[in-house]
T-cell receptor, first 114, second 110 residues
Framework: KAGVTQTPRYLIKTRGQQVTLSCSPI?????VSWYQQTPGQGLQFLFE???????NKGNFPGRFSGRQFSNSRSEMNVSTLELGDSALYLC?????????????FGPGTRLTVT | LAKTTQPISMDSYEGQEVNITCSHN???????ITWYQQFPSQGPRFIIQ???TKVTNEVASLFIPADRKSSTLSLPRVSLSDTAVYYC???????????FGSGTRLQVQP
């Protein structure tokens, strides 16, 4: 069974631009969560989607948004990029939500903002 | 505000048992604790999950004492390949908040 895939794997953007990251969950998984990982702040929860609905949201500004499509694929968008948005963005999928079902993580998208 | 703390690093030798503790405040009866392992350039990998007393699977055990102020991941006999960063994740079922610990870097020596 194919794992969680994230595209692109690496991205370089300029401050002020916007970016869209994509996540394809494991086949059959209906929940997708997004996380930001930085050396300073560690792993932080961004949001969780289930059946195209945002079920849960972390403590991030409104510049961070996401959506989930009917095939469970998900995208997250960051507008007006700041230098501090440089991070590894991880996507995880699970069968259901919001119960704590086992999450499977993708390899992440490394975003560098210059 | 949920707060979850872990030791920054730990050292061990092959074959030893390793216990990594995660301290958390105000954890409710049904709040889940999950442990993940992460290698460089990879996403975290699920190890074990539970919300009460003791859970065991083929690779680890999770202990949550009665006061629920901490949880301990126990790796029975570590090998060099267990060298990684270990994170605890607390899921607050009431507020649906998800809080990761800061991670513990485990170094296993031969």
């Amino acid at each position: 069974k194919a794992g969680v895939t994230q595209t692109p794997r690496y991205l370089i953007k300029t401050r002020g631009q916007q970016v869209t990251l994509s996540c394809s969950p494991i086949s059959g998984h209906r929940s997708v969560s997004w996380y930001q990982q930085t050396p300073g702040q560690g792993l932080q929860f961004l949001f969780e989607y289930f059946s195209e609905t945002q079920r849960n949201k972390g403590n991030f500004p409104g510049r961070f948004s996401g959506r989930q499509f009917s095939n469970s694929r998900s995208e997250m968008n960051v507008s007006t990029l700041e230098l501090g948005d440089s991070a590894l963005y991880l996507c995880a999928s699970s069968l259901e939500a919001p119960a704590p079902y086992e999450q499977y993580f993708g390899p992440g998208t490394r975003l560098t903002v210059t | 505000l949920a707060k979850t703390t872990q030791p920054i690093s730990m050292d061990s030798y092959e074959g030893q048992e390793v216990n990594i503790t995660c301290s958390h405040n105000n954890i409710a009866t049904n709040d889940y604790i999950t442990w993940y392992q992460q290698f460089p350039s990879q996403g975290p990998r699920f190890i074990i999950q539970g919300y009460k007393t003791k859970v065991t699977n083929e690779v680890a055990s999770l202990f949550i004492p009665a006061d629920r102020k901490s949880s301990t991941l126990s790796l029975p006999r570590v090998s060099l390949s267990d060298t990684a960063v270990y994170y605890c994740l607390r899921r607050d079922t009431g507020r649906r908040a998800l809080t990761f610990g800061s991670g513990t870097r485990l170094q296993v020596q031969p």
